[in-house]
């Protein structure tokens, strides 16, 4: 037997999934998508639950990212899973693995952090658990939400000729780390106005509630997920559970004035790529028919709808997996991506 | 300000509770309890949650408990929590941080571990989250239960004239963790019979859901929650929120013959001061009206009913805050404790 590098996240979890029971009465979804969803008696709801892990020195480091920061986000990566489902968050469960001697200032400025996204989205803080750690801190957060039976939006419901549609715009955060990372940044370091657009994309994103309710509320939207881990590896998650094959037009992916400067100022430095390959946007992705078109929102920064822009096309699927044919300008191009595993 | 060891749990939840909403519609319970507590619309129970998280060289070391016993712990605690309601769970979460190098066949024996557990109570993994840790192995749960609405069992309910009683034996787990820190011991390696009883009973505890569930149909059962921190550190949980005193029977505590036993064969252990202190029992400590006495169930091992144990009574409040009185053989014993700190 190898190593959890070999085995992988989606190795972990298939070990789990073959040992333990998946079934409740009213499970509308396990395992797989942005969030279980499940229902209780005949209630007009499904309800929605999903938790995420915020590692530091893996997702964030402390020397970079304020408690505030850290705050927010640990909320706002969970209200994205919501938000991906078309979902109303409705309460979170917070637990904290801290080292002693961190200072009384540091968990101040992150219950300020997770305060602001909890009371801006109407959810209440229900519970959690508060630890020791020895080393590195630790933040768990499970959110339950809701959506109306009918409403949903599930990975795997993607249909043969539907259009492929990403809000805002994608590869930000990815240039926000990497800004990060090269010169130990915060936001409130030096830096041109560019480079802090790009950071607070990546330390503060911003979960679409809105989108994901209003696109809930159209029937001919179909399948719908969040990017946390970039296109190349989320798009394939929805294509192999609804068995269909997606054609992307990389010049049509929606890519900021903001990275387009910051690249332009570096040789190395691709923003088609970044926009790729690079996760953390937490940006919807979702198919809808193409005559459906018509009903999506305008983008509409009072209300928090960002712009949505068309990347491709679902095809049926040619082979016996399901693949991403990349073109520009039409034109088929040649690319190798592999999915990011955690573990390498 | 100081660091968190000043600051501590309760300071740390403070915070949060202060800065953050504790609304939602059909909200029974916030936080405070062994679980939150909320109703859908008139549906007849109320929805519980808990969630608890394991670090390791905090709540366990690797050296020590097997995959299988930390998988299998996992759960377990958090199914006293919902045990400690009188619920029944229905579904959990599992988040993992683990570090690349742990071999395989680690994952495979957590994951038998956790399953165990989760067959056995008939409830279903619906989700959770793999990161990579760079350090500690931390473990996450969330668990989501039912009871159906008049059924709870809350620590805020105790009534002055209950008695108070708690399942099984206390102290075992205590000792146990002594047993594996001396000798960095899993059960499987060399000892004596009673050590090997006192290890499983710190290593494997028995979540007590089906004395839980019997529990809850007795309306002079009053306040329940499940023992973790220690009796001393709990009691005063249930103290506090009913706004009464509790005197304390030392000469009654449940002592295993097993700990017994092995505290005859040291100088410095005493048996009275292990079930008085040590935590991680994971035991059942309630409120009856004495009336009511006769409605407790008999023991029972194949439904897995442990004897219970009247070891005092509750009394009303005399001073501003809530406090236990010790006695042995009905003697006053002045005996000094202090609510564990985990940050210190």
């Not at 801006?120 to 630790?138: P, W």
Request: glycine letters at 10%; proline letters at 5%.
């Amino acid at each position: 037997m190898g190593t959890l590098k070999d085995l992988g996240e989606s190795g972990i979890i298939q070990m789990l999934r073959a040992l333990t029971r998946e079934r409740m009465p009213g499970l509308a979804l396990g395992i797989g998508d942005d969030c279980a969803m499940f229902s209780f008696y005949d209630d007009a709801y499904y309800y929605l639950v999903s938790t995420d892990m915020l590692m530091e020195r893996v997702h964030f480091n402390v020397g970079q990212m304020t408690p505030y920061q850290l705050g927010l986000r640990s909320l706002a990566v969970n209200l994205s899973d919501i938000a991906a489902m078309g979902g109303t968050p409705i309460a979170s469960f917070l637990s904290l693995a801290l080292p002693p001697h961190l200072d009384e200032s540091w968990i101040k400025g992150f219950s300020d952090g997770y305060a602001y996204l909890t009371n801006l989205h109407h959810t209440a803080l229900l519970g959690g658990d508060t630890v020791r750690s020895n080393g590195d801190i630790v933040v768990s957060v499970t959110i339950l939400g809701k959506v109306l039976k009918g409403d949903e939006k599930i990975r795997s419901a993607a249909q043969s000729g539907d259009l492929i549609v990403v809000s805002g715009t994608l590869g930000d955060s990815c240039a926000g780390r990497l800004i990060a990372d090269e010169r130990n940044r915060r936001i409130e370091a030096h830096g041109t106005e560019v480079q802090t657009h790009l950071l607070q994309r990546y330390y503060e994103p911003s979960p679409r509630l809105a989108l994901g309710q209003a696109l809930s509320k159209i029937p001919g939207v179909h399948a719908m997920m969040d990017i946390s881990d970039g296109l190349v590896s989320d798009l394939p998650k929805i294509l192999s559970l609804s068995h269909v094959d997606a054609t992307i037009q990389l010049d049509k992916l929606p890519i900021s004035e903001e990275l387009e400067a910051e690249c332009s100022m570096r040789t190395k430095w691709s923003s088609e790529t970044m926009a790729v390959t690079g996760g953390e946007d937490y940006e919807l992705l979702f198919t809808i028919s193409e005559g459906d078109l018509d009903q999506l929102p305008e983008p509409d920064r009072k209300s928090g709808i960002p712009p949505l822009t068309v990347i491709g096309r679902v095809g049926s699927m040619q082979g016996d997996e399901p693949v991403i044919h990349w073109e520009r300008k039409k034109r088929h191009v040649t690319r190798g991506f592999r999915p990011y595993n955690h573990f390498r």
